[in-house]
């Protein structure tokens, strides 16, 4: 056995508030060592050690931040009230009713979409008015009550902590897309239309920003699965970004492709009027969200959120895209969409299969990944 105090771990350990002094195995401190030498050969490979996301000079800023919002809301460090382990009966809490009711909206929608949105002859000239009125909202009422959804268990599960990374997110992709409507950069140029709502600065839908904020944050959570530890931030901030920008391989031809249009592409492309480079901006506007979330305490504020709560928060909010163009029998779209999130899967098995029951460097200071 030997002690290590915490005084004499790197950075990452150090910073760690109040760590005890830790008894490690031979064999743990040896897997600890082995882990920390092969970052810093990697680091020698590109010229220098592989810093901390939070040491590089322009992060700064966020960083402190981040440490400041953790700090607020450290009362809730030890867990949501009432559940006894990170998995344990999350569906039986509001954060569970919350799932249930974005589901069961979601299925009514579809339904309604293929029954009636498909065959505009079948509904009943009594009900045409209730129709227009419900078609027109049945898009932002999805978000509005996602958004809900996703606030209760946050709010549940890390207090108040996520609203500087909210409001982060929400400035960074209104700016992507105030630049996309207007200048084509970075996704290609497109305009939405008056289905999504009140456009800010009569370009941009106020739920879109919003929209991309709920999914960033479930896609970070199934990302730090595959990458955990403060040492892996890069690989995690490439692959969330990557799994958010999968959701659009759905979204855009479910949203854009054929009447009705909730927006319209300027600059059309080979994948259903889509052009390739929206899939670049995206890729691009989800690693700037993941970076300033994972500078904006992320880890702290959803380190007890289980992950299988967010896979059915980002599973349920992907089911109406892929049920869209189900039903619209884009059949090249859902097989592309099946055949890249089934890469995905594979890339995470992949990883978690090299790394068998390794410990990531967090755990070993005392500081959950």
């Known amino acids: 056995m ?3 105090l915490s005084a004499h771990l790197d950075r ?7 760590c005890a002094p830790r008894i490690l195995s031979p064999r743990l401190t040896l897997r600890s060592r082995v882990r920390r030498s092969g970052v810093e050969w990697v680091g020698r490979w ?3 050690p592989l810093p901390h996301l939070h040491d590089l000079p322009f992060c700064r800023v966020l960083h402190r931040v981040g440490r400041a919002s953790r700090g607020a809301g450290e009362q809730h460090d030890r867990g949501p009230v009432g559940v006894t382990g990170p998995d344990a009966n999350w569906h039986r809490t509001p954060a569970g009713w919350g799932i249930a009711l974005l589901l069961a909206f979601t299925i009514t929608a579809l339904a309604g979409y293929g029954i009636f949105g498909l065959n505009p002859e079948r509904i009943p ?3 045409i008015g ?4 419900s078609y027109a909202f049945f898009a932002q009422l999805h978000i509005i009550i996602g958004a809900v959804v996703l606030g209760i268990a946050l709010v549940r599960w ?3 902590r996520w609203v500087p990374a909210f409001l982060t997110v929400y400035l960074i992709s209104f700016l992507s897309e105030f630049f996309g409507t207007g200048y084509g950069i970075p996704f290609g140029l497109y305009e939405y239309t008056s289905l999504l709502g009140y456009k800010i600065a009569d370009r941009v839908p106020w739920v879109i920003p919003l929209s991309w904020f709920l999914m960033a944050v479930p896609a970070w959570i199934l990302a730090r699965e595959t990458f955990p530890g403060a040492l892996r931030w890069f690989p995690r901030i490439v692959f969330a970004a990557v799994l958010l920008t999968l959701w659009d391989l759905a979204l855009d031809p479910a949203m854009s492709f054929q009447a009705p249009y909730y927006w319209i592409w300027t600059d059309t492309g080979p994948y259903f009027k889509m052009p390739w480079v929206n899939l670049a901006g995206w890729l691009g506007t989800g690693v700037l969200l993941m970076a300033a979330m994972e500078l904006l305490g992320i880890r702290s504020w959803t380190r007890t959120i289980p992950p299988s709560y967010a896979l059915a928060y980002y599973g349920v909010t992907l089911l109406m895209p892929v049920g869209m163009i189900v039903l619209e029998g884009l059949w090249l779209a859902v097989l592309v969409t099946f055949l ?3 890469a995905a899967w594979g890339l995470h098995r992949a990883v978690a299969r090299g790394t068998p029951g390794a410990p990531s460097t967090d ?3 005392g500081e959950p990944a």
């Open 130 to 133: 209730f129709w227009r009125i």
């Open 12 to 18: 990452a350990h150090a910073s760690v508030p109040r």
């Open 2 to 4: 030997r002690v290590v």
């Open 46 to 48: 590109h010229g220098s």
């Open 363 to 365: 755990r070993i200071a």
């Open 340 to 342: 890249s999130y089934l």
């Open 158 to 160: 890390g207090g108040l």
């Open 125 to 127: 000239p009594s009900l």
